[in-house]
């Protein structure tokens, strides 16, 4: 049977409206009606029962540390809860809590981890509690000492392993490299071994809590063995001390620090007198000390001249010019030197004529004469010294500086094209030299196969030292030579260079003082400048440091688009400036109920029902703002959570921000004891705000700028998705890894290194 023509236009007419509903059709969001915060909310006084007052009388014998009444109180308060449970009604979940508290009456810690792995065994303590337990439990000097040197052997078997699985894993396609992977791998590990500490960072820590332990305990059955390892591990942390006092001492000798390099040595003969290596150094460090303090005691000494030496007749000229304000300096000094090129008194002369051409803008003129001076044996030549630590000075000579940095930029691209990390020559490891050598030299020779590639990257690879030293020179010759004769050259070639670095703001303050710059390009500048600017001046989280540096844009670049932006930005952060702002999301309402609730904000269950109909929060949720101020974030028209919300202040009495404030702290803490993934993040300035909400002092405003704070509660689901990423259980890591400069290609297991503990940097 064939339909009709209008049934066709009739259902295809239903179809796409039934498929236009399935496909785009969402409900849309508006504000509801009145307040969010349910106005009924009426907390009546809790009279206390049996259980209450029996749980009063726990903490009551706790407090004084009465022992035996507080156990008493506990059976009583135990046997209440076997009662109830007897008549199928709900315990009073008071009885973990309360035992924990009794067991804190023991005066020995030893006992009361003990009673509380028993606590945590009975299996009927709440997931909070357990949390809060199980940290107790571990806080063991032994269990930690245990668990510190367990890490120590996985990383030393897991260092062994890894040297020779990885050479053999990517040896699968080309086995005939294999000898020659496993023995540069074989290197490495013996340099590895070599360097490594006698008593490694793990087995500091295992020396702490054992130390800890015997001043606790020192008549417990484990204090003799452990009295041993104390001894072994700290003559073996005064060996590391020692080395690490040693190689100190070495590096400030080669940069001639002597008087560092000696108290080096010195320490390091506090940790092991008479060592034959420190006291070497303290010897050498000494003597060069003493000529040092000779050397520059004769530079300060004054002889009186002999028969053969200076006329002062013939050097008077010269010494006048010197000491008048006007004198002719350079005519004194010309006049000695014509008459006696090659007298006692011409190195004189040439310094100070060579002062003269630097005063009157001769800048090469100056330079040539300070280096033939410095070119000069010191012993026979008294200026040599003078001229010499001028010439060599870059922060003196800086043009000269500046010129050599270039040319060794030129020299280290070269080198790192060729080379690759190589190109400084081979690092110093701390190694004997052939031990050095046979681990460096074949890993530069692989390094040179991929030049290539290197050679590609140039363009676009970070600036080298040598280049960001020559920029630094060329900045000290600018600042003590802005007109000098070379300060068009410096300054073409820091622009260049800021310019290639993206760092509009120098490139532009170079750009104004270059002669010739067109409009066109201070525009250009200026405009890039003032982007990044703004860009910078919004990172700041103080306000007060934010806004005064989006004043400084608005003020120094009003007619670039970036200027107009930070102007609006600051009326912005003006108009809309808060005390504080403390966020709380969606996600983390619905994942803790205890605060949406009437114990927290006291939410209408609507705004979290999931139907935009009748009013629904946004995913941004809520904040709280100056005082009692809150504002409430809903969905827009559109009903999608991924626009803009729409936005409602209201302001709460100070008993419902009090109890809101108290619940967040509670959930947060309970959150983070029973979830390691949900840390409490510290934040001192939202501490304060809600430490003033809890007395009542909310409402009057701190205007200090470091009093704002801005932070922001999210559900886990928020942070990490559906999903969150697992640690293997496994040991080892499976990696899969290749290179196509040796063609190689290979899977191997590589032993994880266990995580360093956060208190880690207090033993390096």
Same mark, same amino acid.
């Given at each position: 049977?064939?339909?009709?023509?209008?049934?066709?236009?009739?259902?295809?007419?239903?179809?796409?409206?039934?498929?236009?509903?399935?496909?785009?059709?969402?409900?849309?969001?508006?504000?509801?009606?009145?307040?969010?915060?349910?106005?009924?909310?009426?907390?009546?006084?809790?009279?206390?029962?049996?259980?209450?007052?029996?749980?009063?009388?726990?903490?009551?014998?706790?407090?004084?540390?009465?022992?035996?009444?507080?156990?008493?109180?506990?059976?009583?308060?135990?046997?209440?809860?076997?009662?109830?449970?007897?008549?199928?009604?709900?315990?009073?979940?008071?009885?973990?809590?309360?035992?924990?508290?009794?067991?804190?009456?023991?005066?020995?810690?030893?006992?009361?981890?003990?009673?509380?792995?028993?606590?945590?065994?009975?299996?009927?303590? #709440?997931? =909070? +509690?357990? %949390?809060? !337990?199980?940290?107790?439990?571990?806080? /063991? *000097? &032994?269990? @930690?000492?245990?668990?510190?040197?367990?890490?120590?052997?996985?990383?030393?078997?897991?260092?062994?392993?890894?040297?020779?699985?990885?050479?053999?894993?990517?040896?699968?396609?080309?086995?005939?490299?294999?000898?020659?992977?496993? #023995?540069? =791998? +074989?290197? %490495?590990? !013996?340099?590895?071994?070599?360097?490594? /500490? *006698? &008593?490694? @960072?793990?087995?500091?820590?295992?020396?702490?809590?054992?130390?800890?332990?015997?001043?606790?305990?020192?008549?417990?059955?484990?204090?003799?063995?452990?009295?041993?390892?104390?001894?072994?591990?700290?003559?073996?942390?005064?060996?590391?001390?020692?080395?690490?006092?040693?190689?100190?001492?070495?590096?400030?000798?080669?940069?001639?620090?002597?008087?560092?390099?000696?108290?080096?040595?010195?320490?390091?003969?506090?940790?092991?007198?008479?060592?034959?290596?420190?006291?070497?150094?303290?010897?050498?460090?000494?003597?060069?000390?003493?000529?040092?303090?000779?050397?520059?005691?004769?530079?300060?000494?004054?002889?009186?001249?002999?028969?053969?030496?200076?006329?002062?007749?013939?050097?008077?000229?010269?010494?006048?010019?010197?000491?008048?304000?006007?004198?002719?300096?350079?005519?004194?000094?010309?006049?000695?030197?014509?008459?006696?090129?090659?007298?006692?008194?011409?190195?004189?002369?040439?310094?100070?004529?060579?002062?003269?051409?630097?005063?009157?803008?001769?800048?090469?003129?100056?330079?040539?004469?300070?280096?033939?001076?410095?070119?000069?044996?010191?012993?026979?030549?008294?200026?040599?010294?003078?001229?010499?630590?001028?010439?060599?000075?870059?922060?003196?000579?800086?043009?000269?500086?500046?010129?050599?940095?270039?040319?060794?930029?030129?020299?280290?691209?070269?080198?790192?094209?060729?080379?690759?990390?190589?190109?400084?020559?081979?690092?110093?490891?701390?190694?004997?030299?052939?031990?050095?050598?046979?681990?460096?030299?074949?890993?530069?020779?692989?390094?040179?196969?991929?030049?290539?590639?290197?050679?590609?990257?140039?363009?676009?690879?970070?600036?080298?030292?040598?280049?960001?030293?020559?920029?630094?020179?060329?900045?000290?010759?600018?600042?003590?030579?802005?007109?000098?004769?070379?300060?068009?050259?410096?300054?073409?070639?820091?622009?260049?260079?800021?310019?290639?670095?993206?760092?509009?703001?120098?490139?532009?303050?170079?750009?104004?003082?270059?002669?010739?710059?067109?409009?066109?390009?201070?525009?250009?500048?200026?405009?890039?400048?003032?982007?990044?600017?703004?860009?910078?001046?919004?990172?700041?989280?103080?306000?007060?440091?934010?806004?005064?540096?989006?004043?400084?844009?608005?003020?120094?670049?009003?007619?670039?688009?970036?200027?107009?932006?930070?102007?609006?930005?600051?009326?912005?952060?003006?108009?809309?400036?808060?005390?504080?702002?403390?966020?709380?999301?969606?996600?983390?309402?619905?994942?803790?109920?205890?605060?949406?609730?009437?114990?927290?904000?006291?939410?209408?269950?609507?705004?979290?029902?999931?139907?935009?109909?009748?009013?629904?929060?946004?995913?941004?949720?809520?904040?709280?703002?100056?005082?009692?101020?809150?504002?409430?974030?809903?969905?827009?028209?559109?009903?999608?959570?991924?626009?803009?919300?729409?936005?409602?202040?209201?302001?709460?009495?100070?008993?419902?921000?009090?109890?809101?404030?108290?619940?967040?702290?509670?959930?947060?803490?309970?959150?983070?004891?029973?979830?390691?993934?949900?840390?409490?993040?510290?934040?001192?300035?939202?501490?304060?705000?809600?430490?003033?909400?809890?007395?009542?002092?909310?409402?009057?405003?701190?205007?200090?700028?470091?009093?704002?704070?801005?932070?922001?509660?999210?559900?886990?689901?928020?942070?990490?998705?559906?999903?969150?990423?697992?640690?293997?259980?496994?040991?080892?890591?499976?990696?899969?890894?290749?290179?196509?400069?040796?063609?190689?290609?290979?899977?191997?297991?590589?032993?994880?290194?266990?995580?360093?503990?956060?208190?880690?940097?207090?033993?390096?």
């Amino acid at each position: 049977m064939i339909a009709s023509r209008p049934s066709r236009r009739l259902a295809l007419l239903l179809a796409l409206v039934g498929g236009a509903g399935l496909l785009g059709c969402r409900t849309p969001g508006a504000i509801p009606r009145g307040s969010a915060l349910e106005q009924s909310l009426h907390h009546a006084v809790l009279v206390p029962d049996v259980a209450d007052t029996t749980a009063a009388e726990v903490a009551a014998a706790a407090l004084v540390s009465d022992r035996e009444e507080a156990v008493l109180a506990l059976e009583r308060l135990e046997s209440i809860d076997t009662v109830l449970i007897a008549f199928d009604e709900a315990p009073t979940g008071l009885g973990p809590v309360a035992r924990d508290l009794v067991n804190t009456t023991v005066d020995d810690d030893r006992r009361y981890r003990d009673a509380t792995r028993q606590l945590l065994e009975a299996g009927d303590v #709440g997931p =909070a +509690l357990r %949390g809060r !337990l199980e940290q107790e439990a571990a806080d /063991d *000097p &032994l269990l @930690l000492a245990r668990a510190r040197m367990r890490d120590s052997y996985v990383i030393s078997f897991g260092r062994a392993f890894n040297a020779v699985a990885e050479p053999l894993g990517r040896s699968i396609m080309t086995t005939s490299m294999a000898p020659y992977r496993l #023995g540069r =791998a +074989l290197l %490495g590990y !013996l340099a590895e071994v070599y360097r490594e /500490d *006698p &008593l490694p @960072l793990q087995e500091r820590q295992a020396l702490v809590h054992w130390k800890d332990f015997l001043a606790l305990h020192p008549d417990a059955e484990e204090a003799p063995e452990l009295s041993i390892k104390v001894g072994q591990a700290e003559a073996e942390w005064r060996e590391t001390q020692r080395n690490h006092a040693v190689r100190s001492a070495e590096s400030a000798l080669e940069r001639g620090q002597i008087r560092l390099a000696l108290v080096y040595a010195d320490r390091a003969l506090g940790y092991v007198p008479e060592d034959p290596k420190a006291s070497d150094l303290r010897d050498e460090a000494a003597e060069r000390l003493t000529r040092q303090r000779e050397n520059r005691s004769h530079s300060l000494a004054s002889v009186d001249p002999d028969e053969d030496g200076v006329a002062p007749p013939r050097a008077r000229p010269l010494v006048v010019s010197l000491l008048l304000p006007n004198g002719d300096v350079a005519a004194a000094a010309q006049q000695l030197l014509t008459r006696a090129p090659d007298g006692p008194l011409a190195d004189e002369a040439t310094f100070a004529l060579a002062t003269t051409r630097g005063e009157a803008g001769d800048e090469d003129a100056m330079w040539d004469l300070l280096e033939q001076l410095a070119e000069q044996d010191p012993d026979r030549v008294n200026m040599a010294r003078h001229a010499a630590a001028i010439y060599n000075n870059p922060d003196e000579n800086a043009y000269e500086a500046f010129e050599r940095a270039k040319h060794r930029n030129v020299l280290d691209s070269a080198l790192w094209v060729l080379f690759g990390p190589f190109y400084r020559g081979l690092p110093d490891r701390g190694l004997p030299e052939p031990l050095g050598w046979a681990l460096d030299v074949p890993a530069a020779a692989e390094s040179v196969m991929g030049s290539p590639m290197r050679l590609i990257q140039l363009p676009w690879s970070p600036a080298l030292p040598a280049e960001q030293l020559a920029a630094h020179y060329a900045y000290r010759y600018l600042e003590r030579n802005p007109d000098g004769e070379h300060a068009t050259e410096a300054r073409e070639w820091l622009e260049a260079y800021e310019a290639d670095r993206g760092n509009w703001v120098g490139a532009y303050r170079i750009a104004e003082e270059r002669e010739g710059v067109s409009i066109e390009e201070l525009d250009e500048y200026r405009d890039k400048a003032a982007e990044q600017s703004l860009r910078v001046a919004g990172e700041p989280k103080r306000r007060d440091v934010r806004l005064s540096m989006m004043r400084s844009v608005a003020q120094e670049y009003p007619d670039t688009p970036a200027g107009h932006q930070a102007g609006n930005s600051i009326r912005w952060e003006i108009a809309n400036a808060t005390e504080h702002r403390i966020r709380i999301s969606r996600g983390f309402l619905v994942e803790n109920p205890e605060v949406a609730g009437p114990g927290g904000v006291g939410l209408r269950p609507e705004l979290l029902d999931g139907d935009a109909a009748n009013g629904e929060l946004h995913p941004e949720g809520l904040a709280l703002l100056s005082g009692t101020e809150i504002v409430f974030y809903y969905l827009g028209p559109s009903g999608d959570g991924d626009d803009p919300p729409l936005s409602a202040h209201e302001r709460i009495d100070a008993d419902r921000l009090a109890r809101l404030v108290s619940a967040l702290e509670e959930a947060s803490f309970e959150n983070s004891l029973v979830d390691p993934d949900d840390a409490i993040e510290a934040n001192s300035q939202r501490d304060v705000f809600f430490e003033r909400a809890r007395l009542g002092l909310a409402d009057q405003a701190d205007s200090r700028a470091t009093a704002h704070s801005e932070f922001a509660y999210r559900g886990m689901r928020e942070r990490y998705g559906m999903v969150r990423s697992r640690e293997s259980i496994l040991p080892f890591d499976l990696v899969i890894k290749g290179s196509l400069s040796d063609l190689s290609f290979g899977a191997f297991p590589r032993i994880r290194k266990p995580p360093t503990t956060p208190d880690a940097f207090l033993y390096r």
